[in-house]
């Protein structure tokens, strides 16, 4: 037979051990949503731009410590028929090419990391007009971003 002070003891761990868990998941919801974002300038080349970007540097354990960026892609020069694209590079990575399409604007948002790191501190973004393959393709000025 258990005492009273025994069914005391075990409600107040209960009770103590809920309002814990319900701490730690309101502290991790509000960590979830404290990413901050930043304005990419219009970023500009001939035949296309990119609009209305931004950008955030995820923590260390969310979408991968990832740099995540988005806007839209534009081609600027209907009639040129040379199609657009993103490059996005991180942490001394190679390019990484996003296409999108002629005569045409195309929304984007996505994320980058490095897989070898546990966040992703240096990221690094342009535009560019493919202009085939016998022409070098132009490109908007880098902008380099750092966590």
């Given amino acids: 037979m258990t ?3 025994e069914k005391t003891g075990g409600t107040l761990r209960k009770l103590a051990v809920g309002v814990l868990a319900g701490g730690i998941f309101a502290l991790s919801a509000g960590t979830a949503m404290a990413v901050s974002w930043h304005t990419i300038p219009t970023l500009t080349t001939g035949g296309a731009s990119f609009t209305g970007g931004q950008y955030a540097f995820w923590p260390s354990g969310q ?4 740099f995540e960026w988005k806007g839209r892609l534009n081609d600027t020069d ?3 028929g040379h199609n657009v694209y993103m490059q996005v590079r991180v942490e ?3 390019w990484s090419r996003y296409n999108g399409k ?3 604007s195309v929304s984007f948002d996505q994320l980058n990391w ?4 546990l966040h992703t501190d240096d990221a690094y973004i342009r535009v560019c007009r493919d202009k ?3 022409n070098p393709d ?3 000025p880098t902008k380099h971003y750092q966590r």
């Fill in 92 to 94: 001394g990575y190679d």
């Fill in 138 to 140: 132009n490109c908007s």
């Fill in 114 to 117: 490095d897989g070898a790191a």
């Fill in 3 to 5: 005492s009273q002070g």
């Fill in 78 to 80: 209907n009639g040129d």
């Fill in 63 to 66: 979408n991968h410590g990832a």
């Fill in 102 to 104: 002629q005569r045409s």
């Fill in 132 to 134: 085939g393959s016998l």
